[in-house]
């Protein structure tokens, strides 16, 4: 789910959400639904909701949001809708994205868990995107088999 609102009003082209889409494709993960939504803490809440509660996806990526400008809401709204939140997760990718520039102290992205679905906001620019899955990609199953009820 890429939250942007240049992205949502047709201004700019989804970069990010495409770079998501080719990593998890070529890592072996399905793309079930991509959707291009604008920065409003609500309508983020909402979105993520549903695909949790009704589309009983197993995870959910966010792309943007996640800085320090008036509109970034992208970790507020996730809070507000997860039940557990995975502090990990973001910690990981701030101190490894560190090591690249140390930008990444400024991102606030968050991971947490409603029903059966972990949640992860990804910062918005398509190369932090990539080097941040790149940094997590190979826990994602193991997080998706615990959620399930797999040992630990």
């Known amino acids: 789910m890429t939250v942007s ?3 949502s009003r047709g201004e700019r082209k989804d970069v990010s959400g495409r770079t998501i889409e080719r990593m998890l494709a070529k890592n072996g993960f399905e793309v079930c639904r991509k959707k291009i939504i ?3 803490k609500k309508t983020i809440a909402d979105e ?3 695909l949790c509660d009704r589309d009983n996806v197993d995870i959910v990526f966010t792309t943007g949001g996640t800085g320090l400008g008036p509109r970034d809401v992208t970790p507020e709204a996730t809070e507000s809708v997860c039940e557990k939140i995975v502090p990990g ?3 990981i990718i701030r101190s490894e994205g560190f090591r690249k520039t140390k930008r990444a102290a400024l991102s ?3 991971a ?3 029903n059966k679905t972990i949640i992860i906001n990804l910062p918005g620019s398509p190369k932090a995107v990539k080097e941040s ?4 990609i190979d826990i994602l199953p193991h997080a998706v088999e615990m959620m399930h009820g ?3």
């Open 5 to 7: 609102d240049s992205c």
């Open 38 to 40: 604008p920065d409003v």
């Open 48 to 50: 993520l909701k549903c």
């Open 89 to 91: 997760v973001g910690e």
């Open 108 to 110: 606030r992205g968050i």
């Open 112 to 114: 947490g868990v409603r």
């Open 133 to 136: 899955l790149e940094i997590i």
């Open 150 to 152: 797999g040992g630990h």
